[in-house]
Antibody, heavy 129, light 107 residues
Framework: QVQLRESGPGLLKPSQTLSLTCTVSGGSISGGLYYWNWIRQHPGKGLEWLGYIYHSGTTFDSGTTYYNPSLQSRLTISADTSKKQFSLKVASVTAADTAVYYC???????????????WGQGNVVTVSS | AIQLTQSPSSLSVSVGDRVTITCRASQGISGTLAWYQQRPGIPPKLLIYDASTLAIGVPSRFSGSGSGTEFTLTISSLQPEDFATYYCQQFYNYPFDFGPGTKVDNK
């Protein structure tokens, strides 16, 4: 059974960099079958997709990333396939980055995405001075 | 970016009712739409992808339809565990945005 689990700080001060890690168990994050995503949810609000990383599994593949253009300048997603972990960094946080941060998997079949089918439990992040 | 709107934003229903939620896209997205259910305090659960394909383990009372710009999620007979917020989400273009949600609560 695939499981995802986020880890990281719960409280940051404005201007700091948020670093979160998602650890995947029950499956590999390389191999080209899945995209590994970060999604956040502001308190009492809807869902915002932040970006993904994708590994084809070939020897020299360092991973392909795509970010939400509205936040792209502050986001970095990376992965350590040997540890089955992928990470999110958000630079220069403000109170507007206060949210629950989820990692999630999306599969691809026949060239089509098959939905975010596995999610972590969420990491609550508060930005406050 | 593609904008998704949902209607209604909320509805009050009773157990056993038939529930229909509509999601409209600002441009055609073929059938690349997913639906999620979220109960308070837990992550969203995938219900449907490709507009009408039921995700593994999802009860058959849930169904999805539509293509292009208008999509529908239907719950044929609402069960107590279905009181939740429902989100649509598109995979046609980046960013993979979600709709604003429809809250289904108890009348």
């Amino acid at each position: 059974q695939v499981q995802l689990r986020e880890s990281g700080p719960g409280l940051l001060k404005p201007s700091q960099t948020l670093s979160l890690t998602c650890t995947v168990s029950g499956g590999s994050i390389s191999g080209g079958l899945y995209y590994w995503n970060w999604i956040r949810q502001h308190p009492g609000k809807g869902l915002e997709w932040l970006g993904y990383i994708y590994h084809s599994g070939t020897t020299f593949d360092s991973g392909t990333t795509y970010y939400n253009p509205s936040l792209q300048s502050r986001l970095t997603i990376s992965a350590d396939t040997s540890k089955k972990q992928f990470s999110l960094k958000v630079a220069s946080v403000t109170a507007a980055d206060t949210a629950v941060y989820y990692c999630a998997r999306v599969g691809v079949s026949g060239g089509r995405y098959t939905g975010f089918d596995y999610w972590g439990q969420g990491n609550v992040v508060t930005v406050s001075s | 970016a593609i904008q998704l709107t949902q209607s209604p934003s909320s509805l009050s229903v009773s157990v056993g009712d038939r529930v229909t939620i509509t999601c409209r896209a600002s441009q055609g997205i073929s059938g690349t739409l997913a639906w999620y259910q979220q109960r308070p305090g837990i992550p969203p659960k995938l219900l449907i992808y490709d507009a009408s394909t039921l995700a593994i383990g999802v009860p058959s009372r849930f169904s999805g339809s539509g293509s292009g710009t208008e999509f529908t999620l239907t719950i044929s007979s609402l069960q107590p565990e279905d009181f939740a917020t429902y989100y649509c989400q598109q995979f046609y273009n980046y960013p993979f945005d979600f709709g604003p949600g429809t809250k289904v609560d108890n009348k």
